[in-house]
């Protein structure tokens, strides 16, 4: 029945640490397994320096030190727990807190720490079978103390995960809050002096390097719009792009825009990496726009809005547009007007509204005014091409043959594609 029990339902932390029984089976292999824990934990170190991947790591006795000294508390642990019960293992799991709070502080990755736990987990379990005995009760008694173990285990590698995510989000969120304020200050030309380039280098923004500033916005593919606010998995994406960790990457959401600091030469390529990943995980697209380079504190406001300019005109066939040189005078002279749209005829708005019409107009300015090419586009036999544009003339009032009245068509494309659907 017990084993059913265990079966029917998950244990609590509580109901794990707090098994205290043990029977005599059970304690004599505790009471061997203790007697051979030095050899035990020189054991698990050796498999997990051999197996465990961590970056950097180096292969030397500090390190397999430090290695014993984890499979050792992990062991006595897994005993004071299958002997002692809760206050014990309440304990011992704090204890699991603290150290995944202060790797984390320490950037050590966490996936190489569960997979320490996790060879600490089997080779518990290796040991608990060489400690058995022979007889039917041992084999028993070892059985039940692996049912534990599992459940130890899991505590443990759930406690830690669990902490290491927290305190890493908690330090994350203080640290883009504290970047966003640094954004707030520049933008407002707070002339803050030595102790306003001091902060700004300490979150990641050196004032003597050159940057490049990018805002990004992620459009939902499905709903073919933007999102009001940058996702929150945009900012690790674009990091994991530059090569470089959430941490020290300086990219933040403000408002409803991401702001990201890059370095000059590959910030393309950068933006390039970011959409195809939000593309491929999140059927997103990105769109960016980039000014720069540029150094100093002073020269970020301008970047900004050079940059904000470019994103204005960004689109899915033009995704990242950098600033002067990838902007169209014309398209931002027809951008800049605001009350432009109202100057529009009511002609030219309803044939600009019309989707064949306005579509054979587009691929015809596409086609540098070449009726085939254009046709071939379109999939439509050029005399159809040439009628839908002999409509838009007669409706328009605009021939399409003058250099003026087609510059007029054009600006009104511009101005009216800026302007909501329920206004054309």
Request: hydrophobic residues 50%; charged residues 25%.
């Amino acid at each position: 029945m017990h084993g059913l029990d265990r079966a029917a339902r998950p244990a609590s932390n509580a109901e794990v640490l707090g098994e205290a029984g043990v029977d005599r089976g059970e304690r004599e292999i505790l009471d061997r397994m203790k007697a051979l824990a030095g050899q035990v934990t020189a054991e698990m170190a050796d498999v997990m320096l051999a197996e465990v991947a961590v970056s950097g790591m180096v292969r030397d006795a500090p390190a397999k030190a430090e290695l014993r000294a984890l499979a050792r508390q992990y062991l006595d642990g897994f005993v004071v727990v299958a002997q002692a019960g809760t206050g014990q293992g309440a304990g011992m799991l704090a204890e699991v807190r603290n150290l995944a709070a202060q790797r984390a502080r320490r950037l050590v990755p966490l996936a190489p720490q569960l997979h320490s736990l996790l060879i600490a987990q089997r080779e518990i379990l290796t040991a608990i079978s060489r400690a058995a005995g022979a007889d039917a009760h041992s084999r028993s008694a070892a059985l039940a103390l692996k049912a534990k173990a599992f459940d130890y285990g899991s505590t443990v590698i759930t406690t830690l995960a669990d902490a290491y995510i927290d305190t890493v989000q908690g330090e994350l969120a203080e640290l883009e809050a504290a970047r966003r304020g640094l954004v707030d200050a520049l933008l407002a030309g707070t002339d803050g002096g030595p102790e306003l380039a001091r902060r700004a280098t300490v979150l990641g923004f050196d004032a003597e390097s050159p940057h490049v500033v990018a805002l990004v916005a992620v459009d939902d593919r499905r709903e073919r719009q933007p999102y009001p606010m940058p996702p929150r998995w945009a900012i690790p994406a674009v990091a994991r792009a530059a090569g470089r960790t959430q941490r020290t990457a300086f990219v933040i959401a403000r408002d409803t825009e991401l702001i990201a600091l890059l370095e000059p030469g590959a910030h393309r390529e950068v933006l390039q990496r970011a959409g195809a990943d939000i593309r491929q995980a999140r059927d997103a697209a990105l769109r960016a726009g980039i000014a720069g380079p540029f150094t100093g504190l002073a020269e970020f406001a301008g970047a900004y809005e050079q940059a904000r300019r470019a994103l204005r005109h960004t689109s899915a066939d033009r995704p990242v547009l950098e600033g002067p040189g990838d902007l169209l005078l014309f398209d931002e002279l027809a951008a800049a007007s605001g009350d432009a749209a109202e100057l529009v005829p009511a002609a030219t708005r309803a044939v600009l509204s019309d989707p064949p019409l306005r579509a054979a107009l587009d691929a015809f300015i596409a086609a540098d005014l070449n009726v085939a090419t254009a046709a071939k586009a379109l999939y439509l036999h050029p005399n159809s091409l040439r009628y839908r544009l002999w409509r838009i003339t007669k409706c328009t009032g605009r021939d399409l043959r003058k250099v003026s009245d087609l510059l007029e068509l054009i600006a009104a494309c511009r101005v009216l594609d800026g302007t909501p659907a329920t206004d054309c």
